[in-house]
């Protein structure tokens, strides 16, 4: 996270996160009602410049890339430890290796 998004963004942004996770009644969780409280008593007007308001940004961003990240890590892992254990051909075949043979192939008997 190289730079602070405006709040407007922020919000919308967890907003979008939330709705992500929690489906189309997000409005209804007390995650919803959390954010928009926080927002709504951090808000800035043109009369004051508050400390406070600022480190609430630097949260709400930081937030907002814990959930963002959480949401690919999870589908990265659904991806890749969703089918199981593969089975040892395939997985060298994955990087493009072929697994020994044994000598005399599958009719060999002693």
């Known amino acids: 996270m190289a730079a602070l998004q405006s709040p407007l963004r922020a919000c919308r942004g967890i907003l979008k996160e939330l709705r992500a996770i929690q489906g189309p009644h997000y409005k209804q969780s007390p995650a919803y009602a959390y954010v928009m409280e926080q927002f709504r008593k951090n808000k800035v007007t043109g009369e004051r410049y508050c400390r406070a308001q600022q480190?609430?940004?630097?949260?709400?961003?930081t937030y907002l890339c814990l959930l963002a990240s959480t949401r690919n890590h999870l589908a990265l892992h659904n991806l890749y430890h969703g089918k199981g254990e593969r089975a040892p051909e395939e997985v060298a075949g994955l990087v493009g290796l072929r697994l020994p043979t044994q000598p005399g192939g599958k009719g060999w008997e002693k």
């Open 55 to 61: 480190e609430a940004l630097h949260a709400s961003n």
